[in-house]
């Protein structure tokens, strides 16, 4: 494997010292690009883009010929897991992703196992090992997963919810039937990621999308405590460095204490955290990554700077804050202001580490 140029992130993660704020954005390989829509179009369906490594390796690293971005991310999607234990995941247009096969009983949780991350799972671990190969130390790149929770909200209820009735009606009368699906999905989890790391991830995020729609009590018991268990027991050294976690829980920003506790190296933030009020609560626990609102990305370049030196300025001099969307980049994103973006933040942020 060569040696990685460009460490920026890795080290924001870590706290460590950097020369700029590092940047990068959550789902930076996708519709907004035409060169992505030309692959995308090529292999059919998102799963076949997902699914075929050369495929999936070239439009991880589109982003990176376009933008002087600090990360790459695999491309791949959240519900890999559940897809390899058999629920038939597929991807209806303009409804987002839907299951086949749903979670409704103890006798379909208890037909669930963990999958085999190299034969169920392993063109992800294939797309890993091309991408660190193509990408020959240009920048780090991070592997990822959804949280236990987030993949049960789409197992329960079958695609994406607005009440999530079915899955709370399951934690508040069965709880017990809901923590031996999530028991289940932790194990996966945590064989995902390390397989990922064994292929070359240099970094993980862990998201948990849909955290924010439980309770303060229930985040912990039915979020929270199975993310840490996955952190636990994570491989966190490899090739001679640290491999940094990142969990990101949207609509989560009330409960940065208890998530600063976990031993995950970063914290996630949506737009309605404000970034100076976390880096006081957190204090010098975790690094920060986040957290401009998307839409932002629709206003002209001068709009856009305006905003990334907001963001700097309330986090603040010295390192652990990684500069990202407070969401995944919208399709309709013109990619010009994306540009405008990441030499903002590269501009903006020297002062702030001098």
């Not at 010295?318 to 010009?336: E, R």
Request: aromatic fraction near 8%; charge should be negative.
């Amino acid at each position: 494997m060569s040696e990685l140029k460009n460490d920026r992130y890795l080290r924001a993660l870590l706290k460590q010292p950097v020369d700029k704020t590092p940047v990068w954005i959550m789902r930076q390989a996708g519709r907004y690009l035409p060169e992505y829509r030309e692959v995308r179009a090529k292999a059919g369906d998102f799963m076949s883009l997902c699914s075929t490594p050369e495929l999936a390796c070239e439009v991880t690293l589109q982003p990176l010929r376009r933008f002087d971005l600090d990360a790459s991310i695999i491309f791949s999607d959240i519900l890999t897991i559940p897809d390899a234990m058999g629920l038939g995941l597929h991807f209806v247009s303009g409804e987002g992703p839907k299951f086949k096969k749903t979670i409704s009983s103890a006798a379909d949780v208890a037909s669930l196992g963990v999958p085999d991350m190299e034969d169920d799972l392993g063109y992800v671990m294939d797309a890993i090992r091309l991408t660190r190969r193509e990408i020959d130390g240009k920048v780090p790149l991070i592997g990822f997963s959804g949280s236990p929770w987030t993949l049960a909200c789409y197992m329960v209820e079958g695609g994406s919810s607005r009440d999530f009735a079915k899955i709370k009606a399951m934690l508040f009368d069965t709880p017990e039937l809901m923590h031996s699906l999530l028991s289940v999905l932790a194990k996966s989890v945590t064989a995902y990621l390390n397989a990922q790391i064994a292929a070359g991830a240099q970094a993980l995020m862990l998201f948990d999308t849909w955290g924010g729609v439980l309770s303060g009590e229930n985040y912990q018991h039915f979020s929270l405590a199975y993310m840490q268990q996955i952190i636990s027991g994570l491989n966190k050294e490899h090739q001679g460095r640290r491999v940094p976690v990142t969990v990101f829980t949207k609509g989560g920003g009330q409960w940065l204490e208890s998530m600063a506790e976990i031993g995950a190296d970063a914290l996630g933030l949506d737009w309605t955290t404000d970034i100076a009020a976390a880096r006081q609560r957190v204090g010098d626990k975790v690094a920060l990554q986040g957290n401009m609102d998307p839409c932002v990305l629709y206003a002209q370049p001068q709009r856009i700077e305006t905003e990334v030196k907001t963001i700097l300025e309330a986090y603040g001099r010295g390192s652990g804050h990684v500069f990202n969307l407070g969401h995944g980049i919208h399709p309709t994103i013109n990619p010009d202001h994306v540009t405008a973006l990441v030499e903002a933040v590269h501009k903006e942020s020297v002062k702030y580490h001098q």
